[in-house]
């Protein structure tokens, strides 16, 4: 049985969904159809089958527990926090036939991309756990033992159901989590063998790996280049470079990490036409989950003459001192790693934080946040006594983003699929004017942002008031 005693937790669950399909079922295909992927399709099946068992083991566990609540809504969430919770497993174990609960609580925060039987994992949408449950943001990580850490692209053969392509575990910035505060990372220091300072680049993870005999590579959050152009060039650029292709190549137990920096790509810092390329970040082991130190990957990248992230000869309260000395646009930070632990630290910019505080208060600069995907980064640089607001907000962000969601998605089953046409007439006809945009994009498999509209040049945002006066 291939991968079923992995080291990797995501393909330790989607083997253990695959085969609770196919003992329920008894055959199984790996198509990516109109309602998803092949494993969004094994949950949202086995989760329509016996229902009224679902609701006889949560009513169990509900009694149990001694959870009461004034509202519905308030037991439901209750129900959801038990089902979590490691030590619920004598329910677990007494009714092993409904784990399907549990698949769905645990893929709503994913994102999935599919080509074949490759299937890419991403956390995305965290918010379908993080919002109204009562846990905070750390809390949400360390869920179902660190499940969603894993899911940062980690790629997979849901056949074969083996590992494809393992990029890094989630990490923290500095000071973003309990165990990044200063001291706690101190702590780590004084007792590791192997302490190193690398570059921070400002630019997308790509990931490669020989696999069957060919070039494989993914992005965060695509597997075909055919829709992603970034993944494209990516392939682009390691295929015009015979050291990548090389290092690639004579390495296929191992999945190689790389920085796309593009000037088509442009994030914050600015680089040149002539820094575009492929920079080696980092290497890991796919059988072991092993990730190599900057020096082995540094080496590695100099024998095959492949640019790569530059070390620091620096200590952290060297690189503590110096977080002032860097403006945006010319550097991001660095990454601390401990042991295999890594932690960011990006170099500050007080002025901009404190010329924010304004927006953070109206909450201008949480929904931009969220709608770009650096929330992270907004809170690790959030004044102690501004942190419990801005969790707040973001709380009602992430709530307003689900409950857009999930009227697009009624909508969305609502209607009818025959043929394209037929689809945009209904609803036209029968959704409202403000969804109609985003029933549009779900049909044609285009990522959904409630938040943001307009262009990556000229973006805009949802207001605050206008989420708040959404719950009113």
């Not at 008894?26 to 998803?36: A, C, K, L, N, V």
């Not at 990516?234 to 470079?241: A, F, I, P, Q, V």
């Not at 590695?300 to 309260?317: G, M, S, W």
């Not at 910019?349 to 931009?368: A, C, E, F, P, W």
Request: negative net charge; aromatic residues 12%; charged residues 30%.
């Amino acid at each position: 049985m291939p991968g079923w005693n992995t080291w990797n937790p995501v393909l330790q669950k989607v083997i253990e969904i695959k085969r609770a399909y196919l003992e329920r079922f008894g055959e199984i295909d790996y198509e990516r159809t109109t309602e998803g992927t092949c494993l969004e399709r094994w949950v949202h099946r086995l989760s329509q089958k016996d229902l009224s068992r679902h609701e006889d083991l949560a009513e169990k566990i509900t009694d149990h527990e001694g959870i009461e609540g004034t509202e519905t809504e308030d037991v439901e969430v209750k129900k959801r926090q038990t089902w979590a919770r490691t030590d619920a497993g004598e329910w677990k174990q007494e009714y092993e036939h409904e784990y399907e609960y549990e698949y769905e609580q645990m893929l709503s925060p994913l994102k999935f991309s599919q080509k074949g039987t490759l299937l890419l994992i991403h956390y995305g949408d965290y918010n379908r756990l993080f919002d109204g449950t009562g846990l905070d943001y750390s809390q949400f990580w360390d869920l179902f033992d660190g499940f969603y850490q894993e899911c940062r692209g980690v790629v997979i053969d849901v056949k074969e159901e083996t590992l494809v392509l393992t990029p890094f575990r989630k990490f923290w910035n500095l000071n973003e989590r309990e165990e990044t505060t200063m001291s706690a990372v101190q702590e780590r220091i004084c007792h590791a063998r192997c302490v190193e300072f690398s570059e921070k680049l400002d630019g997308s993870m790509q990931c490669a790996r020989w696999y069957h005999n060919e070039l494989l590579m993914s992005g965060s959050m695509s597997i075909d280049p055919d829709n992603s152009w970034r993944l494209a060039d990516g392939y682009r650029m390691l295929r015009e470079s015979p050291g990548h292709c090389d290092m690639v190549q004579a390495h296929p137990e191992w999945t190689f990490v790389f920085e796309y920096i593009s000037q088509k790509d442009a994030h914050i810092v600015t680089y040149g036409k002539e820094q575009e390329g492929l920079y080696l970040t980092g290497i890991r082991e796919v059988d072991t989950g092993r990730e190599f130190s900057y020096a082995e990957v540094c080496a590695c990248a100099d024998a095959f003459q492949v640019p790569h992230t530059r070390i620091y000869d620096k200590n952290l309260e060297q690189v503590v001192s110096e977080l002032d000395d860097r403006t945006a646009n010319e550097a991001e930070g660095f990454v601390l790693n401990i042991d295999g632990y890594k932690v960011k630290i990006k170099y500050n910019d007080y002025v901009m934080v404190h010329r924010t505080i304004d927006g953070l208060l109206s909450g201008k600069q949480i929904v931009i946040s969220i709608a770009e995907g650096r929330f992270d980064d907004l809170l690790s640089k959030i004044p102690e006594n501004y942190r419990k607001r801005v969790l707040s907000d973001a709380q009602l962000v992430y709530r307003y983003v689900r409950k857009k969601s999930d009227m697009v998605e009624a909508y969305y089953e609502a209607a009818p699929k025959e043929d394209r046409k037929t689809f945009m007439l209904w609803v036209t006809e029968h959704v409202p004017r403000e969804l109609q945009g985003y029933c549009r994009e779900h049909y044609l498999g285009h990522d959904l942002n409630f938040l943001k509209r307009g262009s990556e040049k000229c973006p805009s945002y949802t207001k605050m008031e206008d989420i708040r006066a959404f719950f009113d």
